[in-house]
T-cell receptor, first 114, second 113 residues
Framework: NAGVTQTPKFQVLKTGQSMTLQCAQD?????MYWYRQDPGMGLRLIYY???????DKGEVPNGYNVSRLNKREFSLRLESAAPSQTSVYFC?????????????FGEGSWLTVV | GQQLNQSPQSMFIQEGEDVSMNCTSS?????WLWYKQEPGEGPVLLIA?????ELTSNGRLTAQFGITRKDSFLNISASIPSDVGIYFC?????????????FGKGITLSVRP
């Protein structure tokens, strides 16, 4: 069971280049999320998709766009990468349950913008 | 916005010791989660708590949902070297399609053999 799979694992970009981080989950979860993790900052939510067909901004959405392609896939796009976007990016997903939807994370994508 | 406070930022313990980590907030949460992140990996869920006062164990780990709903703690007993990692608490104010987790900044645990 793969869980949450994100690609690529590592990427180096030049300032101004664009790229898309791909994420897929095989747990039939409704909600998907993109976080970034920076030293001393913890995990910060960039965008999320509560259900297929919807997307909403999180805490730090500037410079990013997302697409919920279908229930399984949620991509994160950097249109014009900046050095401040050097970070580790985590995709996550959760089901809707009455007791509270627990979030499961992918293994991360290390992005460096030079 | 809501914040979760975890301190200290780093903890150093001897193998075999017990360790306790707290997570506090000025806001009330309905769900508390504890995650562990190892180097080069994503956070992995350790324990989920859904009711005030709930005490849940997972092997050598025990976590409690505070009665005030503004705090939670995680205990690790008889620590071993593989307990090394970053421990995050996370809280959620309500369930539903648009609910989101708020994360603490994490505590880095080091275990000396």
């Amino acid at each position: 069971n793969a869980g949450v799979t994100q690609t690529p694992k590592f990427q180096v970009l030049k300032t101004g280049q664009s790229m898309t981080l791909q994420c897929a989950q095989d747990m039939n979860h409704n909600s998907m999320y993109w976080y970034r993790q920076d030293p001393g900052m913890g995990l910060r939510l960039i965008y999320y998709s509560a259900s297929e067909g919807t997307t909403d901004k999180g805490e730090v959405p500037n410079g990013y766009n997302v697409s919920r392609l279908n229930k399984r896939e949620f991509s994160l796009r950097l249109e014009s990468a900046a050095p401040s976007q050097t970070s580790v990016y985590f995709c996550a997903s959760s089901a809707l349950t009455g007791a509270g939807n627990t979030i499961y994370f992918g293994e991360g994508s290390w992005l460096t913008v030079v | 916005g809501q914040q979760l406070n975890q301190s200290p930022q780093s903890m150093f313990i001897q193998e075999g010791e017990d360790v306790s980590m707290n997570c506090t907030s000025s806001s009330i949460f309905n769900t508390w989660l504890w995650y562990k992140q190892e180097p080069g990996e994503g956070p992995v869920l350790l324990i989920a708590l859904y009711k005030a006062g709930e005490l849940t164990s997972n092997g050598r780990l025990t976590a409690q949902f505070g009665i005030t709903r503004k705090d939670s703690f995680l205990n690790i007993s008889a620590s071993i070297p593989s307990d090394v990692g970053i421990y995050f608490c996370a809280g959620k104010t309500y369930t539903g399609a648009n609910s989101k987790l708020t994360f603490g900044k994490g505590i880095t645990l080091s275990v000396r053999p």
